[in-house]
């Protein structure tokens, strides 16, 4: 994903991302990663570092997006995967919503956590699913189209 988006060499991008195979709807992931990254960017308006990591934990991947950007106020993370919520000056507001969608429609969860002038971290949480047919098992209650990819 990182070599579909433009980073402003202000940035210094750290992949720390594994090549684990999961099974999932890879255009959809996509779009949820390039979302997540391209937030980082917005929020980080100086030099600064964005961080993406991958873990094992137990029967789920994790998979973390970490800005050292401007961060989030307590009164917009509550409503942050909300549609029409934006801390931007021009945006709709849809894209973390959206993102929460495509992420739960896999069984996994989105979460956030932030410090205002330190950064935020976005973290997925989404269970491995090793074989086409227990991938097969979400499909039919989904829709997501079957796909084996690497993370990130």
Same mark, same amino acid.
């Given at each position: 994903m990182l070599s579909k988006i433009q980073v402003p060499g202000r940035l210094? !991008? !750290?992949n720390n991302t594994k090549d684990d195979i999961i099974f999932l709807d890879l255009e $959809?992931?996509?779009k949820v990663f390039a979302s997540l990254i391209k937030n980082s960017i917005d929020a980080t308006p100086e030099e600064g570092t964005i961080q993406i990591?991958?873990?094992? $934990?137990?029967s789920n991947i994790e998979i973390s997006f970490t800005?050292?950007?401007l961060g989030i106020t307590e009164n917009i993370l509550p409503k942050l995967f909300a549609p029409l919520v934006t801390t931007k000056a021009k945006g709709m507001g849809m894209s973390l919503a959206v993102c929460k969608r495509i992420v739960e429609a896999h069984g996994g969860k989105i979460g956030v956590e932030s410090a205002?002038? $330190?950064g935020t971290t976005f973290t997925i949480s989404l269970p491995v699913k090793q074989s086409k047919s227990e991938f097969t098992q979400v499909q039919m209650f989904t829709g997501i189209e079957k796909k084996q990819a690497p993370i990130v």
């Open positions: 210094n !991008i !750290i $959809k992931m996509e990591q991958s873990t094992l $934990k137990e800005d050292s950007g205002v002038g $330190k």
